[in-house]
DNA sequence: GAAGCTAATGTCAGCGACTGACAGTTGACA
DNA sequence: TGTCAACTGTCAGTCGCTGACATTAGCTTC
């Protein structure tokens, strides 16, 4: 369905009535967002979304099927990349390994998808109230484990077993699923936001995995245990 | 005021008014929970509960804070009596020795103790919409959650070691949790659900954590192994 | 450029979860 | 027995969310 006027170069622009679309969207986001991290989510009433933007509460629910969903809108782009990333991982790679680089990766130029939508700042601030609001932290679980189960298929899929019948793709990305989430609580709750502060996080936690499972933790000192006593 | 009423022992028993209370939240619950498992959870309003019941809207938030409470009621049983036995766990253990056998150990018992409050079955019953729920999904995790920050706290403990210093409990905890969730959903979407059903699985899902997350899933064969090392 | 189609939006009414305020009832206890 | 506190019910209201129907406004076609 090419439109008139538009060359092939250009990406092909759409027409007014999906910009229109588009702006709406992103200013209830926006609104939301913003309204969301000062105010806090329970505090936060659909009224006070649709009026910062001025359409009607029907309309605000034509886009999001609940208030939850606008919460997570940008949080489902780092959702996806993650996704893409393993699928892109190769073949050859141990599956352990091909989840870790992948989500390692997938942080880099996180940023600047999220900062298309909103400020980088202000989504930190969100995330932090997702993780401090029981409902939202609720649907972010959920959201969470929905994702590992696609991981597990494209695991699965990789090493050419059946998800249903060989448990370990699932009982592996549930466990790193697990660990990924203590090394995101560890850096919202921390000072330091930065991409790399994130990547150290998540590289130390994962290398904190075989130590933790196995063996006694009393018996030889831990790689790094500098803040011990 | 505190529902900490001994609900053991014979010398204490609790006034008239204390057994009215046990009695219409008993009967709450039950009444709750029949109609969750045949109807649905969505299908069933806080109406049709206390209709049932024959008490009014106000008097079933009063006992419980939320609709999803009631949900839960059984399965907090469960939780506790997790959380019992990794305390009780001798400290010569392993950490991940410690919750596999606290794990294992409290679904002894476990049977009586649900039976008397509900019919086991409509527990089970229960326990599968609350997987196929979304809402109750999320719930049930972030529940889950929080279970595993207590453990945490208790195998820091344990170990002599800050919870926030070291990031090995909550690392062992989270991953040992995944774990456990895909045991129990599997438990739940399968056939068989006796205890021993239970046992069997969660046994194998944890002895395959060490080949899940080790190596090259393609050089040795047999996604069914004896427990070895 | 006017007419027709259709997608997007607004309005209205209503359901269900949940809460605060107030009043009535009933065990507990002196 | 009477007083007090706890338990319960009623009522009104907020908030999230949905279906039905009317209205507006892009886009298409002639």
Redesign the pocket.
Known sequence: ?E??GTAVGAPAR????????QR?RDALVRAALELIATRGY?R????DI?AAV??????F????????EVAFFVTRLAESRVLEAVRARPPHETPLEALRRAVLDSWDGINEAVERLVPLDLHMRVYRVIESTPALLAAHLRRATELEEELARVVAEREGLDVDADPRPRILVAAFGGVVRVAERRWSAGEDHSTEAMRDLMTTCLDQVGPALAGNWRTGPSPNRANET
Chains 1, 2 share one sequence.
Do not use: H, I
């Not at 759409?14 to 679309?21: F, V, Y």
């Not at 936060?44 to 009224?47: I, R």
């Open positions: 369905m439109t008139a759409p027409g007014l009535r999906e910009r229109r679309k709406t329970e936060t009433t659909v009224d649709v001025d359409v009607s509460q029907r309309t629910f034509r886009y999001f099927a609940g208030k939850e």
